[in-house]
């Protein structure tokens, strides 16, 4: 009996690999219970986008581009250096489709920028976060590096446009009493986007 039961949980296992994680390991995420600026009078602009500047290290062959909602979600792009140009329309000022992703959490805390990402791998069992940190560093230029990086901050300088992309938040965590009960109210609004 012991045996069929260790088969039938290695057979559940084997079988769940893919199918997204089966919890959301709701303990780890804090960035959505905050206030989105605390202590701080330097605004993130989100009438447009912030675009990865500078040499890319030479085994990365894209930059980064963050677009910064006015209530506390973010999002990113992957812009492949070879068709930038192309890039950019197709995935940022051109796009006619509906993005649905999982949108991440920003906040600013005196001139420090955190971006906390939200991690849902279709192998993985469990979700997980992890976070970008870095300085406002004027009206048009932030600086970011994650946690974990051994390389200097990547910094980005905003591109205004009237043009962006329809972005709809299509986390789990949205559908979750533990995740909407601690919801800081500035984030509230317009949750959804």
Known sequence: ?????????????????????????????????????????????????????????????????????????????WLLERNFKSEIITKITCRKDTLWTDLDWWKVQYDSLIIEHYGENGIDIVTSNYFERGKILNDTLIEL?????PYPPVKFRFIETDSLPIVKNKGRYLKKDWYNNKLNENRKTTANK
């Open 1 to 77: 009996m012991r045996n069929n039961l260790t088969v039938l949980i290695t057979i559940c296992l084997l079988c769940s690999c893919g199918t997204a994680p089966w919890f959301i390991n709701k303990k780890e995420f804090q960035t959505y219970k905050e206030d989105i600026y605390t202590f701080s009078n330097i605004p993130i602009r989100t009438n447009g986008y912030y675009l990865q500047v500078g040499d890319l290290h030479p085994r990365v062959s894209y930059r980064d581009a963050i677009i910064f909602f006015e209530n506390g979600y973010t999002t990113s792009f």
């Open 145 to 149: 590096k994650f946690d974990d990086s």
